[in-house]
């Protein structure tokens, strides 16, 4: 791969505010008139390869290689980060209605960008082909009423890459054409919490951190996740009053209430003791909100958290998952809730060990044995924590070799990726007879059976 094209500060603030970004790949117009011609030959044929896309398609990890999508990626996600198993070609039929607004299902309601989706599109896609629609902003809300007007369509070349925060409310727009269009879902993670700007920073960020306005109804919301991109503790000492700043907390705008929940983590840590409250309000979005507070808020609220791991432990272990890596004290107490009766305290648990990376002598044998668990989302969840130790997770290699026939297509996955990041001998060896027998050819279809 050619040396990668890192984001501009620019392009960082246009994420924060916006949670996506569109790069265009060098690749020539014949590379992706190729792609979209195979694709429509596939799903003619065979139908729609599903997580076999890339197999299928091998050529497609050229538009990932691509020195602007790749530079994208690290500057969202840092250098390390992991295509996951789960791919997608969503193909929006000609004189299709469309899609109904959604968020995707599988780890909603963060801020932080652990996870992301990468659009590619093998056509020039303009409005009337049903691109994909976005509500810009909307990755930081749980509900969504948007009008028409605040709808983008995310219209493009052939070759066009948007990668988004996955949390950001889209559709398919309907097709007014008389031929398919084809986007390909990528979905990445993190694996590493960030510790300092994986972009192409220019200078210390400015004094109003991403260059927005002080007055902007949002801005300490960016502030924050632009400091935690720069590995940058929450600045807080905000001189406000924690009573009025938790009044809002509860206010039927969403956008109110989450601009409070800010304020609230701004002002630090005597605002711990109210949000806390507030994490037994009757009201989800209460709950949600004073959670955001507190994972912004960061170290300071480990401890209050730990000592409701005893009574409350789904949410607190939550909360404890997204502050991630300053959770570090909460990581024994962690490793106890691994064993927990709740199937998603546990996958939290494992979550939250995950972010924090912290390999203490508990964490690697209690990781371990989540990957028996009954539950495959524990499974896969364990499987991805132990891939973020890498080389401090050798002890697992035998039972993530085990995990390569489980059940859960995304927990073999998982366990394939820490073989390879662990990298020992015995790790490979474990991997390779596994991927020999998966290998898949491209090749062979219905029509060419050998």
Known sequence: MREIRLLTDEQMRFYVVNGFISVKTALPPEFHAGVFQRTNDIFEKEGNPGNNLLPRLPEVQRVFQDPNVAGALTGLLGADYYMHPHRHCHCNPPGSDGQRMHMDGWNRRHHHTRWAM????????????????????????????????????????AGDVTIVHYDLWHRAMPNASDGPRYMMKFLFTRMHEPDAPSWRQSGNGGPARGGWKRTDDRALLWNHLWDWHRGRPCANGLDASVADAARDLGDGHENTALNAAYRLAAIGTSAIPTLSDFLDDGSESVRLNAAYALSAIGAPAVPTLVDRLAHDAAQAVRILADIGGAAEAAVRRLV???????????????????????????????????LKDDDGDVRRTAALALAKLGPAAEAAVSDLRDVLADANRYARGNAAEALRRIGTPAALHALIPALTTARWCPDTTPESTF
């Open 118 to 157: 990468a659009f590619y599109y093998p056509q020039h896609t303009p409005k009337r082909l049903g691109p994909t629609g976005v509500v810009p902003g909307s990755h930081f809300n749980n509900t969504c009423d948007a009008n028409a007007n605040e709808e983008l369509p995310l219209c493009g070349d």
């Open 336 to 370: 106890d809730t691994l064993e927990h009766e709740d199937p998603e305290v546990r996958r939290w648990s494992a979550e939250a060990l995950g972010n924090i990376a912290r390999a203490e002598p508990a964490v690697v044998p209690g990781l371990k044995k989540q």
